[in-house]
């Protein structure tokens, strides 16, 4: 039968087939010929008594994140939360580079918009003309639910982003029922407590997988080209043709048409900034 993994706990894989959820461990020769298994692998699995089952076999993967580690999602959904946590631009634009990375367009969801007020710019607006689909929503109030219902529906998505930004809310309000331990933020350290440890793939009402993750407050790079970069930012697509030399970078190269459409204000000087940051981080790499 076959069925996808839904949750990993102690040497155990839990397998969704149908509507049911089988508890399995895995054949040991499959563990070493393809490695370990993940959350959102699809699986085949052989039966074995009532609510258990063997992985027999592990299918390709489409899609492979590494953190959060989740296999074959379509869709991914990076959540920061306009305040409490303040919103980590740099952080953001790291996790957009490695869905990027991964072959997943990824889409930006800002949470706890009942926080906002009406003093100064927010986060948003770096994002405005960039080519992602940008939902500013509140789990709380309920405010932008329906329209991230409707990104979820029918794909195998996953919410990632920082401790404390409302995933594991999102997901209750999303579902009603559902149940998922959410936790205060930190007083004194304005983060949150990583309610959430294990990535799990929830089904949603209308069709479709969400996987909630725990939060992270850093990102490494996936492994990739200097030349690469320029490519997982959609907004500079309009620009480098006129870039005066071919295989620019972006970065000390004269006549470079993504730095003139940033001081014109076209692009976002802060992703920008992480763009050059992140640069700089791939050719360090390189030198190593
Ligand atoms: N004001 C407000 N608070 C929210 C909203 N969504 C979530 N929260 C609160 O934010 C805190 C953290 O929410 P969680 O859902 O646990 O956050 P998380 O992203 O799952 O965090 P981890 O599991 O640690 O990664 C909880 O106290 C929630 O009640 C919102 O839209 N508005
Ligand atoms: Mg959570
Ligand atoms: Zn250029």
Known sequence: ??????????????????????????????????GQAMVGDMVDVRPAGDDEGVVEEILPRRTKLTRPPVANVDRAVVVFAFKR?????????????QAHAAGITPAICFNK??????????????????????????????????????????HVSVLAGPSGVGKSSLLNALRPGLKLQT????????????????VELIPIPGGGLVADTPGFSSLNLPPLGREELGGFYPEFGKFTPQCRFSGCLHYR?????????????????????NYVMMLEEVIESKRR
């Open 183 to 198: 936790g205060a933020i930190s007083h004194k350290l304005r983060r949150g407590k990583h309610t959430t440890r294990h």
């Open 85 to 97: 946590p303040e919103p980590s631009a740099a952080l953001l634009d790291r996790f957009l580079v």
């Open 253 to 273: 190269e004269p006549g470079c048409a993504v730095k003139e459409a940033m001081r014109q204000g076209f692009i976002s000087g802060r992703r920008y900034q």
């Open 113 to 154: 918009h009942d926080l906002l007020d009406n003093t100064g710019a927010d986060i948003c607006t770096h994002y405005e003309n960039t080519g992602y689909q940008v939902l500013q929503i509140s789990a709380k109030t309920g405010f932008g639910l329906e329209e991230l219902a409707g990104l979820l529906k029918n």
């Open 1 to 34: 039968m076959d069925g996808i993994i839904v949750k990993a706990v102690g040497g155990f894989y839990f397998v969704l087939v149908g509507e049911t959820v089988l508890k399995c461990a895995i054949r040991g020769k499959i563990r070493r010929r393809l």
